[in-house]
């Protein structure tokens, strides 16, 4: 894959691509499980763990189309949304992991539990202003270029 990106800004991204891939995949997996778990231990399984599941998949996916365009093309944009979802996504999994009555099972708050904790170094990284300078350069050069 090619990218705009200097070394240091390209290393996040690349951790960016694992880090959702995972989230992704994992995703997946639980979808696969909670089928599993519904056949053979119902209570462990409710439409919450559906709807979650589902949605991390499919955002997982997402979020890995939004690093490739951070990464190839030095996407301002792609990079702002990259940020807001790794701040907010690791608040909104603690609030499930702790929150007494959430409905989830503990098996699944473990899940999130591990998502969250893979994201929080990643919004770290993503805030650096070493970083975000190689996106705001590359839309400036941009700019240049359409002058």
């Known amino acids: 894959m090619t990218t705009v990106l200097r070394p240091g800004p390209d290393r996040v991204m690349r951790y960016a691509r694992i880090v959702f891939g ?40 997402w979020l890995l189309a939004v690093v490739r365009d951070a990464r190839q093309k030095a996407a301002r944009t792609a990079f702002t949304r990259l940020r807001v979802i790794c701040v907010l996504a690791p608040l909104g ?42 996106f705001r350069r590359a839309r400036q050069a941009g700019n240049d270029r359409a002058a």
């Open 22 to 61: 995972i989230i992704a995949v994992g995703s997946a997996v639980t979808v696969a499980a909670a089928a599993v778990l519904q056949q053979v231990d119902p209570d462990q399984v409710n439409w919450v763990v559906w709807v979650r599941a589902g949605f991390y998949t499919v955002g997982g996916l």
């Open 93 to 134: 999994i603690a609030a499930l992991v702790i929150a007494p009555d959430s409905g989830y099972p503990l098996w699944m708050r473990i899940e999130q539990a591990c998502f969250g904790i893979l994201m929080a170094p990643l919004a770290v990284a993503l805030f650096k202003p070493s970083v975000a300078a190689d």
